[in-house]
């Protein structure tokens, strides 16, 4: 049926179908105007429809639908949207419905409004769209039958639950007879043999307004840094892998993140949380930012000596970006144990390096590690501006002051990333920093890295990628500097799923010389869901 024989046609009934032909594709079954179940409302005047003209050549139809047969409906925002095409299937709702409309007439004994001549036309075009019809009530009922069921058994209306898995396999060694620490002390004699490695979580996202974010993540892990032999056999200067490095350990499901962001102006997001990373909101990159996407070796996903306070905190955090514009500002307040109103205790989040600068003497649950709480002597400041003036290149520069075990520091760095080719990207960090009243004394430590990063290496949404840094760069700790490399490539095998082979080399591990070369080898399986 082709839509002309209906425009030649000059009754009303009839330039209804021809009308329904231009339904909008979300609108098929919407036409009493006691219903309003897809955003539409019934119209008494085709003057309430913002894009429909006298000008245009199906006016005279929808003049007639609206005022003369009252089956009209518009959407909400007073438009019509007469142009969308639609299928079969949508005309014949949208002429039942009209049907209904007109069976309603006559019942109220108004049927003098429908001459003989239209009815005719409407039982021709009942017989001809019967099998559509017919269908569509199948189809009607089982989408009833499926509504019934998930409403019955859905888990919550706001909250969505996402995961992740991954699973790995590791192994490394080293050359020479032993490695030592930055002291001088011994830590490994021989290789540590190959490992397992899991870690779960679970994501739950709840909003409440739409434009607001309740997150609460359950999570699991292995054996925690001790499970990968980068950490094990260099444990100071982040050479371990970061999806090791700070989850939960020893198999036990725990809360790993819980905060609460929503937005006070379109261009303002505040979060607050009683368990953060500070990782999760500051120092991020596109192309090395997601131990479990990219790069894995802690020191190369985030600038190593900006996060003394790495691990679980409390906290809250600004980001700012006037009008949407090119600068985006970010500050943050985070402080460890802050559930702790004492001065006692385990002390968790503070990164590797600090048990080097800051050694604890005693046992670490009851030694004086100085005041806990919201506002105690371990937290960080952290101000991050950003400046994207192209889509193909950021800079971020940084600031960060506060105190370890009531020590204070002082960082400035910056991190940029540039995508030099169509798939093809690079990645910059640099760090200078002060760390007061360390057992080395006042220390001015240094850090760099640089990456280049190749999507669809190979394969149609591949990634590959090479990176090198020295994480500490610091003359009065060792004799030299330590340099970690990594390559990796990261396969997709389906939509959720992803293999990735990781090689990672580091020379003069904890900035001594005569330690020999580690090398190692990861498999990375990765699960979302």
Not at 310 to 328: D, F
Not at 432 to 447: K, R
Request: proline residues 5%.
């Amino acid at each position: 049926m082709s839509i002309h024989p209906f425009k030649a046609i000059r009754s009303s009934l009839f330039n209804l179908s021809l009308l329904c032909l231009f339904w909008s594709y979300s609108s098929p079954v919407v036409a009493k105007p006691e219903q309003n179940l897809t955003g539409m409302e019934a119209l008494t005047g085709v003057d309430q429809l913002s894009d429909v003209r006298p000008t245009d050549w199906a006016f005279q139809a929808v003049q007639s639908l609206a005022e003369r047969y009252g089956c009209l409906t518009g959407y909400l925002n007073g438009s019509f949207q007469g142009d969308r095409s639609l299928t079969r299937y949508e005309f014949a709702a949208g002429l039942n419905s009209c049907l209904d409309q007109v069976n309603q007439l006559i019942l109220d004994n108004t049927g003098n409004r429908v001459s003989r001549s239209d009815l005719e036309t409407l039982q021709r075009l009942q017989l001809e769209f019967a099998s559509e019809l017919a269908t569509l009530q199948n189809r009607m009922e089982a989408l009833e039958i499926r509504t019934r069921a998930l409403e019955a058994n859905q888990f919550t209306t706001t909250t969505k639950l996402t995961g992740q898995v991954i699973m790995v396999v590791n192994a490394g060694g080293f050359t020479g007879n032993e490695l030592i620490d930055p002291k001088g002390t011994q830590i490994a004699t021989s290789s540590p043999t190959p490992t397992t490695i899991y870690r779960v979580a679970l994501d739950f996202n709840t909003s409440f307004i739409g434009t607001d974010l309740l997150r609460v993540r359950l999570g699991s892990a292995s054996g925690g840094a001790n499970d990968n032999a980068g950490a094990v056999l260099e444990p100071n200067f982040g050479s371990g892998l970061d999806f090791s490095s700070k989850p939960p350990s020893n198999g036990n499901f725990e809360i790993t993140r819980l905060y609460y962001t929503f937005r006070p102006l379109s261009d303002l997001s505040v979060s607050i949380g009683p368990d953060i990373r500070v990782t999760d909101y500051v120092d991020l990159n596109r192309y090395a930012n997601l131990g479990f996407r990219d790069f894995s070796t802690e020191a190369l996903v985030n600038n190593y000596i900006l996060f003394p306070i790495s691990g679980p905190t409390t906290g809250a955090i600004i980001a700012w970006n006037p009008a949407k514009g090119p600068v985006t500002i970010r500050a943050l307040y985070a402080a460890a144990d802050a559930a702790n109103p004492t001065n006692q205790g385990l002390l968790k989040g503070t990164a590797p390096f600090i048990r080097l600068l800051y050694p604890i003497q005693g046992n670490p649950a009851t030694v004086n590690l100085g005041d806990r709480g919201l506002f105690g002597d371990t937290y960080q400041g952290l101000f991050e501006a950003e400046y994207t003036p192209w889509s193909n290149f950021t800079m971020r520069f940084q600031y960060s002051e506060g105190a370890v075990y009531n020590r204070a520091f002082q960082v400035f760095a910056v991190n940029t990333e540039l995508t030099i080719a169509k798939n093809v990207g690079f990645v910059g960090r640099y760090g200078y920093s002060n760390y007061d009243d360390t057992t080395f004394g006042n220390l001015h430590p240094q850090y760099w890295m640089a990456g280049i990063v190749i999507q669809d290496a190979g394969i149609k949404g591949a990634l590959a990628g090479f990176a090198v840094a020295q994480p500490f760069i610091e003359s009065r700790i060792g004799n030299t500097t330590q340099t970690d490399f990594e390559a990796f490539y990261n396969v997709p095998v389906h939509d959720a799923i992803r293999l990735t082979p990781v090689l990672q080399v580091i020379t003069n591990p904890s900035n001594q010389q005569v330690n020999g070369t580690i090398i190692t080898g990861t498999l990375r399986a990765v699960f979302s869901f």
